[in-house]
């Protein structure tokens, strides 16, 4: 039985330029989600008709499985289409179709994307049917957001300045390098690795090889700089793995006193730093105190400064409220590390990056230590209950002693990327509110709500 699967989305550039992306098959990795191990193996990428691309993709379960497609329709800026010739399909017909589109008078592209696919394995296939469109809408929410992420509308500045981001593959730093990006500033993200920065981060951002660890491999990489924006996190945070060097006193407090000492030397003229809500020298959790210890570096620097300190930061790509979205979708139940009764006020990550891209530029903003948060405080129990409506899904929620859990994670550990340990389950339970007063005192602006916040991602997957 044939199905067919349709979605699209209007990018806001010219028709060309949208093309060009879309038709490069190395760009394909960069708008796949991560957990499908897609891998191109063709050497010969070159797009015409005719063309046979081969990848390794992991689309069910973390099955490695060989796929091999052919470019059977090519017409320069107008559409392709590639069928598979080998893979995990009966068949599967991809048509990517582009069009003229206008956003405010400026060009833009609709791009279509339409599949007709047939199952295999006839009827017991056909069982699995309502499971393989979900998660192929998934795959298409995900490429609608990462395409977002790597073709933005650009704004052309007569003064740009170069701003240097540490941190910038992160959750909170790759969207303040992305929103630099888009307002034409030249920005330049530091990473350890340079292949995964530069698949997550828009053409148009320079990426450069640094670990904030290591003195040496800082030397020159803020020379000619203006600013230095330090939105530093360690893999798999909050996990600390100190093995590998993966604590926020390495990271975090130590990593930052060296991009201080650096900007020193390279006469960096502005800093912002990105600290947390809660950061202080005599703090109960030692992250807060690792983040204390950073501030100090940037205040005693002598450049000019702003510290921001976010609370509970959501968004497309956070690694805390998304995972117990994750765990809606899994099972019958919603499992809470604790009572959930922590009263947190979450604040939507796109807020956080034009907070720090306004400070830049701002002269209110020199000198200031600015708490931000969302405009609403709530419980743990009551941000999920909204996440889960937002997203459509109904599922109790089950609390789980924290000492119990803490027990439990112990071992983990000992694990190369630990999916849990002691000291995260006290990072999420911990209570994060703020006075977002003196920041509307002296940078007055509108902060998203939670449900609006979230309906801007979860709400299109929805609706899709």
Request: charged fraction near 25%; glycine fraction near 8%; include cysteine.
């Amino acid at each position: 039985m044939s199905h067919r699967l349709e979605v699209s989305q209007v990018v806001p550039l010219p028709r060309e330029q949208v093309f060009d992306f879309f038709c490069r098959p190395e760009n394909l990795g960069r708008i796949t989600p991560a957990d499908m191990g897609f891998a191109l193996r063709s050497g010969d990428v070159e797009m015409r008709r005719g063309l046979r691309l081969s990848y390794r993709v992991r689309p069910f379960a973390g099955l490695p499985v060989r796929w091999v497609s052919e470019i059977t329709e090519y017409e320069p800026a107008s559409r392709f289409v590639d069928a598979q010739r080998e893979g995990p399909y009966a068949s599967w017909v991809h048509l990517h179709e582009f069009s003229d589109e206008q956003i405010g008078g400026a060009p833009a592209t609709r791009v279509t994307d339409r599949v007709d696919y047939d199952l295999p394995f006839g009827f017991v296939g056909e069982l699995a049917r309502g499971l393989v469109r979900r998660r192929l809408l998934s795959l298409f929410d995900y490429r609608r957001r990462a395409v977002e992420r790597l073709l933005p509308a650009v704004v052309p500045r007569n003064d740009p300045l170069r701003v240097v981001v540490a941190g910038g593959t992160g959750f909170v730093g790759g969207e303040i390098a992305r929103e630099l990006h888009r307002r034409g500033e030249r920005v330049t993200v530091l990473s350890r690795s340079t292949a995964r920065a530069r698949a997550e981060l828009p053409d148009g951002v320079s990426v450069a090889r640094a670990d904030v660890r290591d003195d040496g491999s800082l030397r020159g990489v803020l020379d000619g700089a203006d600013a230095l924006l330090v939105s530093l996190a360690f893999p798999n945070s909050p996990m600390e793995n100190p093995r590998r060097g993966h604590t926020f006193e390495a990271v975090d407090a130590a990593g930052t006193e060296r991009l201080m000492a650096e900007a020193r030397r390279a006469g960096v003229r502005r800093v912002l730093y990105v600290s947390g809500a809660g950061a202080a020298p005599d703090a109960k959790r030692h992250w807060f105190r690792a983040k204390w210890r950073a501030e100090d570096a940037v205040r005693a620097s002598g450049l000019e400064y702003t510290i921001v300190r976010p609370t509970w930061v959501y968004g497309p790509d956070d690694v805390a409220l998304n995972r117990f979205l994750s765990f809606a979708r899994i099972l019958p139940f919603v499992p809470l590390t604790g009572d959930g009764r922590q009263a947190l006020a979450p604040v939507f990550v796109s807020d956080v990056a034009r907070l720090a891209a306004d400070a830049l530029r701002d002269p209110a903003a020199v000198g200031g230590v600015f708490e931000v948060g969302g405009p609403q405080t709530l419980t743990m129990r009551e941000i999920i209950r909204v996440a889960l409506r937002v997203a459509g899904l109904r599922r109790p929620l089950l609390p789980a002693p924290a000492p119990l859990l803490k027990l439990a994670a112990w071992p983990l550990q000992l694990l190369p990327a630990p999916p849990l340990t002691p000291g995260a389950v006290d990072f999420v339970n911990q209570p994060a509110t703020v006075d977002v007063g003196p920041l509307l005192a002296r940078m007055p602006r509108r902060l998203t709500p939670l449900e609006e916040g979230l309906g801007t991602y979860l709400g299109a997957a929805r609706a899709g």
